[in-house]
């Protein structure tokens, strides 16, 4: 088991910056990480993913040119700058399970581990 635990969600006004954080803990495995975030009504949606090795990353395209992913070593970071109204949603810190140090996950049924989610809203 695997325990992930976002922080960093909240309110913000469009064109605003966020930066969302995930920490995590248990068995000591390795593994590729990333966030996917779900809004009302909508399917999730794989925003951005970092190998475990953490050199390799994954970027949808609403993030390419906005969101920044990073991590060091179990701590995972994502910056988003430029927010818009289409960015409000529920984001999940994500891990899956690899003996690979370069790939990088691009769908949710790559996960196998979830933390409980944290949300962020953009709204003037």
Known sequence: QVNLVE??????RPGSSLSLSCAAS???????????R????????VVATIS???????LSESAKGRFTIS???????????????EDTAIYYCAAAPTS??????TIAADFGFWGQGTQ???SS
């Not at 779900?38 to 949606?45: N, S, T, V």
């Not at 991590?71 to 109204?85: C, E, H, P, V």
């Open 26 to 36: 248990g068995r000591t495995i390795t593994y590729a990480m990333g966030w996917v």
């Open 52 to 58: 475990w090795g953490g050199r390799n990353t994954y």
């Open 71 to 85: 991590r060091d070593n179990a701590a995972m970071f994502l910056q988003m700058n430029d927010l818009k109204a």
């Open 7 to 12: 922080s960093g969600g909240g309110l913000v």
């Open 38 to 45: 779900q809004a009302p009504g909508k399917a999730r949606e």
């Open 100 to 105: 690979s140090g370069r790939w990088v996950p």
């Open 120 to 122: 962020v809203t953009v």
